[in-house]
């Protein structure tokens, strides 16, 4: 059965870094897309980035530049380092994953993730 948890989320202060994790089941990262999503309140889910069979990687305009998503092979696990963070990026982060292509679409994906929060104060 597939299933997806996030984790690594918390407060911090503009300028620092946070690494989110996505530990994955059911789906290998090599065989799948794997994508970070936000949202905040009110506002429509927004791709973030995502990695498409462990090494094609793509990213929205507000992460390029700032985040890097890559894979663990041993933990069969996800990363999303996001670095010069900024209080525009507070939100709900999620990953998601489905077979074949990678989209930003949200209804493309079919396995979603609890969430894990990410606040960033100026």
């Known amino acids: 059965q597939e299933a997806l948890e996030e984790s690594g989320g918390g407060s911090v202060q503009a300028g620092e870094s946070l690494r989110l994790s996505c530990a994955i089941s059911g789906y290998t990262y090599r065989r799948a897309c794997i994508a970070w999503f936000r949202q905040v309140p009110g506002k429509e889910r927004e791709g973030v980035a995502w990695i498409y069979n462990g090494f094609g990687t793509n990213y929205g305009d507000s992460a390029r530049g700032r985040f890097t998503i890559s894979p663990d092979s041993a933990k069969n696990t996800v990363y999303l380092q996001m670095d010069s963070l900024q209080p525009e990026d507070t939100a709900m982060y999620y990953c998601?994953?489905?077979?074949?292509?990678?989209?930003?679409?949200?209804?493309?994906?079919?396995?979603w993730g609890q969430g894990t929060q990410v606040t960033v104060s100026s």
């Open positions: 998601a994953a489905k077979q074949s292509y990678c989209s930003w679409s949200r209804n493309d994906y079919a396995s």
